[in-house]
């Protein structure tokens, strides 16, 4: 038997295609990085959207709203509400603030009105 001199791959092609193939696994692997990062920012996000919604509702139903943090999917959240005056003394404006606990940063910012009744 003779052995031909381009039979099979030479030790630099191997090396090549070795290099790509690693180039196209860490590329995969960083874009799918990015989209597990996103998908949690954006439960994060539902999930702040709901605190504030719960307390929003809490108000309108004119339940005693509690300092303590709320709970939702696991994380603990700060609803700050911040309320003005319109110019009908019966409605108040609202601006609820929602933040996970021990960050300044809120994830969540949502706008309402409250009906308070009429002013004695």
């Keep these: 038997m003779t052995q031909q001199a381009d039979a099979g791959f030479t030790l630099i092609e191997a090396l090549v295609a070795m290099a790509v193939l690693a180039l196209g696994a860490v590329s995969l692997l960083s874009a799918s990085e990015g989209h597990t990062r996103r998908i949690t920012d954006l439960s994060d996000r539902v999930a702040a959207r709901w605190a504030a919604e ?3 509702s809490e108000l309108r139903a004119g339940l005693p709203t509690e300092a303590a943090a709320l709970e939702i999917y696991g994380i603990d959240f700060d ?3 911040l309320r003005r005056p319109t110019e009908d003394p019966a409605v108040e404006a609202v601006t609820l603030r929602s933040a996970p606990v021990g960050t300044d940063q809120p994830l969540y910012i949502l706008d309402g009105y409250l009906d ?3 002013p004695s």
Excluded: A, F, K
Aim: hydrophobic share 55%; charged share 20%.
């Design 116 to 118: 308070i009744g009429e």
């Design 79 to 81: 609803v700050i509400v």
């Design 54 to 56: 719960y307390r929003l």
